[in-house]
């Protein structure tokens, strides 16, 4: 399906975005204000019905995937909830994309990976993820691959903060205000990424015609533990970042087990004659002047 054109000739890209509602569509939604856009939240389209998919799908050119079921915890115990979300309303969305000729960019997570490495992992390594989530989320993947292998992109992402919904460096911040210290665990690596970087650029790549399909890894560039992002948003807010106390895993355990090493790659990017996102303590620093984060803050 080629993009729609209005009088004058302007060409104007018709765009679908799902689970609009959440902390990255949000600002994805927000960012598309020069194009024709349909923002779908969770109440408006249940990505497991197929009819409805197919509904929604129709008419537009490109559609990025926001909606997923999001919690890692709960998804232990009702891994076959989540993988109706995360793997069987994804493969509605390519099955709906390919017969109505849209691209589909679908965002993916980190969390299918082993998170056992030491170096950077590339668009291509091996997956294996080590919880529910992951293998909920690599069953999307593998429908994306199977059913659009010419007009799918799949753009994995991790560690997200924003401005529109409970995120971890809100909560860090909120904790200030009623304790002394907290504890953050201090052997975990990855990529603080911010919402508002990952839509731009998920926007430039659906914008991107001639970008090749396949996997893409969308986080900050640089890396650190979550005790860093921490001790981070502190020392950038004003407060004191030693009130910020590094511990182990172990001794915060979770019902999910997380990846130990969270980093990713970005040559695909380059590749594609496309960016790649800032570093992650420059973004951080950016997001935290806004008045909107800091009205996050107050609500956790």
Not at 9 to 14: K, M
Not at 238 to 263: H, K
Request: aromatic share 6%; hydrophobic share 40%; charged share 20%.
């Amino acid at each position: 399906m080629g993009a729609a054109e209005e009088p004058g000739g302007t060409v104007v890209t018709r765009w679908l975005v799902t689970g609009s509602g959440g902390i990255l569509g949000h600002d994805v939604r927000t960012l598309l204000t020069d194009d024709q856009v349909t923002a779908l939240d969770r109440a408006a389209l249940d990505i497991t019905d197929p009819e409805a998919v197919r509904t929604a799908v129709s008419g537009h050119d490109v559609v990025i995937n926001c909606a997923a079921w999001t919690d890692v915890d709960g998804a232990e115990a009702a891994e076959a909830t989540a993988t109706a979300v995360n793997g069987t309303g994804v493969r509605h969305l390519a099955h709906a994309c390919r017969d109505s000729g849209a691209r589909l960019l679908h965002v993916s997570t980190d969390y299918v990976l082993p998170g056992d490495g030491t170096e950077p992992y590339s668009e291509s390594a091996p997956t294996g993820p080590v919880n529910a989530y992951g293998r909920s989320k690599l069953a999307g993947e593998r429908a994306v691959a199977e059913i659009l292998p010419d007009t799918g992109y799949i753009v994995r992402t991790a560690w997200l903060y924003g401005e529109h919904g409970q995120n971890f460096v809100a909560t860090m911040l909120g904790l200030a205000a009623r304790r002394s210290t907290v504890e953050v665990v201090n052997d975990q690596y990855g990529q603080p990424t911010w919402t508002h970087d990952l839509a731009g650029l998920l926007v430039i790549l659906g914008r991107a015609d001639k970008a090749p399909p396949g996997v893409y890894h969308a986080t900050a560039t640089g890396h650190t533990t979550w005790y860093g992002l921490a001790r981070a948003a502190y020392e950038l807010s004003g407060l004191d970042p030693d009130r910020v106390r590094p511990t182990a895993s172990a001794a915060v355990p979770r019902p999910a087990c997380r990846p130990a090493f969270s980093v990713l790659g970005h040559a695909r990017w380059a590749a594609a004659g496309l960016p790649v996102l800032p570093d992650w303590r420059t973004s951080l620093a950016e997001a935290l002047q806004r008045p909107s984060f800091t009205a996050l803050v107050h609500r956790y």
